[in-house]
């Protein structure tokens, strides 16, 4: 079992950036593939970011593509998801997942995770 905790978010003016990171517990992190998603006041959680295991693989939001990028350190059992170009309509609560995946998969859908964080607040101002 894995236990997630985000950190990170803030309030940020449009355009501006922010990088947030998921730390994991347990020793096996590598063996997880991971993702963010969002979820805004009234809206369903939506999909952000996925990257695979060791972290060659990477899939995007079309809403995010070209501003956000996902990566992660293993070594350091973390994953991080760096946030430019900030819009007010990317104003949410943030959640890391993780699901122990296979080499060189990563999952869009937020049913195929098992383990999932509290949460951070990204606010961007316009």
């Known amino acids: 079992q894995v236990q997630l905790v985000e950190s990170g978010g803030g309030l940020v003016q449009a355009g501006g950036s922010l990088r947030l990171s998921c730390a994991a517990s347990g020793p096996t992190f590598s063996r997880y593939a991971m993702g963010w998603f969002r979820q805004a006041p009234g809206k369903e959680r939506e999909f952000v970011a996925a990257v695979s295991r060791s972290g060659g693989i990477a899939y995007y939001a079309d809403s995010v593509k070209g501003r956000f990028t996902i990566s992660r350190d293993n070594a350091k059992s973390t994953v991080y998801l760096q946030m430019n170009s900030l819009k007010p309509e990317d104003t949410a609560v943030y959640s890391c997942?993780?699901?122990?995946?296979?080499?060189?998969?990563?999952?869009?859908?937020?049913?195929?995770?098992?383990?999932w964080g509290q949460g951070t607040q990204v606010t961007v101002s316009s």
């Open positions: 997942a993780a699901v122990l995946g296979s080499s060189g998969s990563a999952y869009r859908a937020d049913d195929e995770y098992d383990y």
